[in-house]
Nanobody, 122 residues
Framework: QVQLVESGGGLVQAGGSLRLSCAASGRAFSSYDMGWFRQAPGKEREFVATISRSGGYTIYADSVKGRFTISRDNAKNTVYLQMNSLKPEDTAVYYC???????????????WGQGTQVTVSS
């Protein structure tokens, strides 16, 4: 299985930007579809974005479409989430996940990172 570690979270002002990274170790990173999810206090974990194994296809939640960009560098075993025009409602713990399906469903992702906190102040 692949092991995942997120980084890049922090505190930013509304309208600012952050770039999250997810470093993977283990065999065949390029064989995994990758996704980002987030969870705010008291709320369910929600889908943010997913990217296919080669990076050719992406899906975004309506709430982040046009502001966030998911990408991957298979040579570096890393997936990224570029977050622009951040809003207070983006505040959450962000999780990187890997799975065998190009999907927005958490159940389709078997490997998860520990999460990184993103806080957007107004």
């Amino acid at each position: 299985q692949v092991q995942l570690v997120e980084s890049g979270g922090g505190l930013v002002q509304a309208g600012g930007s952050l770039r999250l990274s997810c470093a993977a170790s283990g065999r065949a990173f390029s064989s995994y579809d990758m996704g980002w999810f987030r969870q705010a206090p008291g709320k369910e974990r929600e889908f943010v974005a997913t990217i296919s194994r080669s990076g050719g296809y992406t899906i975004y939640a309506d709430s982040v479409k046009g502001r966030f960009t998911i990408s991957r560098d298979n040579a570096k075993n890393t997936v990224y989430l570029q977050m622009n025009s951040l809003k207070p409602e983006d505040t959450a713990v962000y999780y990187c996940a890997g799975g065998s399906y190009y999907s927005s469903l958490p159940s389709d992702f078997a490997s998860w990172g520990q999460g990184t906190q993103v806080t957007v102040s107004s």
